[in-house]
């Protein structure tokens, strides 16, 4: 046993999402808990999954397909909620069971041609930068519903909603702009009824903000070190 409680962190975001969907009014049905286990080991997830979580994030593909490999059997779900390369497609459509990250229609083809080529639909959001922020990936707002047009043309693909991540900020309530324009941005795309679209899907909210976010629309909140702890980078500042 780690001195570190991953089932008493878990708990407790449990806890403060279903007083959030309380505020907000909502079931707490509709939001799902992503564990975001970037950098963190098996032994960590696995005392999650025995508090009974089984749907884990991760934005690097070859650390989620190790995990999925080391995992395999277990009823662990992977979603993948990094930026993603073209040359990783083919690796990613084979563990994720979604892609949040899709930001370009060249990109979006890609996965459909992968999942066609072992015969699966690949769930994907689009990634949309709703705060303009030049270090982030994502569409920008105004092209989103255009890319949206060209991406439920594609045979493979099952385009379910919007992902955004907010800016850092210490102040979260900050972040509650962001999070209701990507709402509005999804009922606008919705209320368009274009085949092949479903706008149901918002993921938003992470450890600093999983709060707000689900008072904003979120249906899935994506919190790593609220659960997991402090990830510890060698090299890089915070990811
Ligand atoms: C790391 C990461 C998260 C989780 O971040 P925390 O602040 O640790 O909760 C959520 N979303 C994405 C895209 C991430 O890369």
Redesign the pocket.
């Known amino acids: 046993m780690s001195e570190y409680s991953v089932s008493d962190s878990l708990a407790e975001v449990r806890s403060e999402i279903a007083e959030a969907c309380k505020r907000a009014g909502r079931n707490p049905a509709d939001v799902a808990l992503i564990a975001?286990s970037?950098t963190k080991p098996v032994s960590m997830i696995n005392e999650a999954m025995e508090a009974g979580q089984t749907l884990f994030?991760e934005?690097k593909v070859q650390e989620m397909c190790e995990k999925s490999v080391e995992l395999q059997d277990t009823g662990a779900v992977w979603h993948l909620?990094?930026h993603l390369q073209k040359n990783k497609v083919r690796k990613a459509v084979a563990v994720a069971a979604m892609i949040?990250?899709v930001d370009s229609l060249a990109l979006a083809a890609e996965i459909s041609k992968e999942a066609a080529r072992i015969g699966k639909v690949q769930d994907i959001l689009l990634e949309v930068n709703v705060a303009e922020e030049d270090s982030k990936f994502g569409l920008s707002v105004a092209e989103t519903p255009d890319v949206a047009k060209e991406i439920a043309k594609l045979p493979n693909l099952h385009l379910c909603g919007l992902m955004t991540?907010a800016p850092y900020t210490p102040v979260p309530e900050e972040n509650r702009k962001y999070f209701s324009a990507l709402r509005q941005l999804a009922v606008d795309i919705a209320s368009q009824n274009i085949d092949n679209i479903d706008m149901c899907c918002l993921s938003m909210g992470?450890?600093?903000d999983y709060a707000i976010a689900i008072e904003e629309g979120a249906t899935y909140v994506?919190?790593?070190?609220?659960i997991f702890g402090e990830?510890i980078y060698t090299t890089e500042g915070r990811?």
């Open positions: 975001v970037k994030g934005n909620i990094g949040h990250s991540v992470m450890s600093n994506r919190v790593g070190s609220k990830r990811v």
